[in-house]
């Protein structure tokens, strides 16, 4: 048997990844930053999943003990890789804290970095309480809180999610479409209606992109929880002490709005890696553009990168849903397997 597979980043595309790989007789090394596996599904506590209906914990949760309990996957968490010599099949990385892996090939399952909205300050969050993100309403549905104004722990009457949060928006450097935000927050609209049936629900959106089959979610919201769309450009999130003021101009009657609201969420997008300058330079990878680890080869070999040997899967190729995250991660682990065969003497 040849030295371990690396795989590197324990989200949904790492565990794919790591479960191909073994599953097809090889030995696994997966190392991830945090002390836990899961990636940003299980760390930002997601509640239900889109298009599944499952519930995060339950869904990678069997993810992750096909991994813990698999004998050939040793996980190492709490580690990163500070460097990475060596060819394709004669690989050498070395971990922060020293240890040694012998490896042919690695795969990068890196993931993505929540866009942080205090980068969009004129829309409130970080000003007042009451705007939040749609991580945090996931974490409030997950964690079996419920959702409540965080002001005043009361139920909210009236919400409104503004879509396309640190995603689209060239003015601050992020002109990407984070692909599964609109879905996310058209399913997180109809759990509050479930919650609080009397509450009203708007979602404020530029397009709608609920793209695929996803587009059920989109029709579902509106004929059975009845939550209102509104075509809009949004100026500003203000308060007036105790509701949440969003101004804006509705462009489909192209007249100003400026209207109260108990809570307003913010559907955030998948920035890059924060980590991914480092990465580019201890596996001397090329990123895209915006900053993304960058694909090589779109359709002949899956997930290859510039440096051969290295391949790459899910949102560290940018904003990628869960289950094509799954995809890439086999895909990516058939082709380092295939690399390795080609190598090997017949
Ligand atoms: C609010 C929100 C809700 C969402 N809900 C859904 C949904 O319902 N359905 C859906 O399909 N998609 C959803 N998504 C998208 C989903 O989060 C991604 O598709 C998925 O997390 C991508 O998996 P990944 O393994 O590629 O990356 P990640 O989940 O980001 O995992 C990457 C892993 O790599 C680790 N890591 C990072 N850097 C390093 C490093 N240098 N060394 C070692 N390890 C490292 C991280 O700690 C992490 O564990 C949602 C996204 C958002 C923002
Ligand atoms: S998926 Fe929807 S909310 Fe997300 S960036 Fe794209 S258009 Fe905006």
């Known amino acids: 048997m040849s030295d371990p597979f690396l795989v590197v980043g324990g989200g949904p595309a790492g565990l794919s990844a790591a479960h191909a790989l073994a599953a097809s007789g090889n030995k696994v090394v997966l190392v991830e930053k945090t002390d836990i596996l899961g990636g940003a599904p299980i760390h930002s506590g997601y509640a239900k999943l889109v298009p599944s209906g499952e519930w995060a914990k339950d869904a990678i949760g069997s993810m992750i003990d096909r991994v ?8 190492i968490t709490g580690e990163v890789v500070q460097s990475f010599e060596g060819a394709p099949g004669n690989f050498t ?17 890196t993931g ?22 749609t991580s945090q309403v996931e974490q409030m ?18 919400v409104a999610i503004l879509l396309c949060v640190g995603s689209r928006d060239r003015q601050i450097g992020r002109e990407w479409c984070s692909k599964i935000c609109c879905t996310v927050s058209a399913k997180m ?25 996803y587009e059920e979610i989109y029709w579902n919201s ?17 308060s ?16 100003p709005i400026t209207i109260p609201f108990d809570m307003v969420v913010h559907a955030i997008g998948m920035d890059p890696n924060v980590d991914n300058m480092t990465i580019s330079s201890v596996f001397g990878v090329d990123l895209h553009h915006w900053g ?9 070999v899956m997930g290859a990168t510039s440096r051969e040997g290295v391949f790459v899967a899910g949102a560290a190729i940018g904003p990628e849903t869960i289950d094509d995250s799954v995809a890439q991660g086999a895909g990516a682990a058939m082709s380092a397997l295939g690399m390795l065969r080609a190598l090997t003497p017949a």
């Not at 813990?68 to 996980?75: A, F, Q």
């Not at 549905?141 to 009236?158: D, L, T, V, W």
């Open 189 to 213: 609209a109809m759990e509050i209606r479930e919650e609080i049936p009397d509450c009203h629900v708007y979602i404020y959106y530029m397009d709608i992109r609920t793209f695929g089959l």
């Open 292 to 300: 993304y680890v960058k694909r090589e080869n779109t359709y002949g």
């Open 240 to 255: 007036d002490g105790d509701k949440v003021i969003v101004k804006g101009e509705d462009t489909l009657v192209k007249r």
């Open 222 to 238: 509106q004929e059975q929880q009845k939550v209102k769309y509104i075509k809009a450009r949004i100026a500003e999130v203000t």
């Open 93 to 109: 990385a070395t971990l922060k804290g020293g240890r040694t892996i012998k490896t042919p090939s690695a795969i990068l399952c």
């Open 68 to 75: 813990t309990g698999n004998p050939d996957i040793e996980v």
């Open 112 to 133: 993505f970095t929540h866009f942080d909205s205090v980068n969009k300050p004129e829309w409130g969050f970080g000003r007042f309480p009451d705007v939040v993100t």
């Open 141 to 158: 549905i997950s964690s079996g809180a419920g959702i409540k104004r965080p002001s005043n722990g009361e139920q909210p009457k009236r």
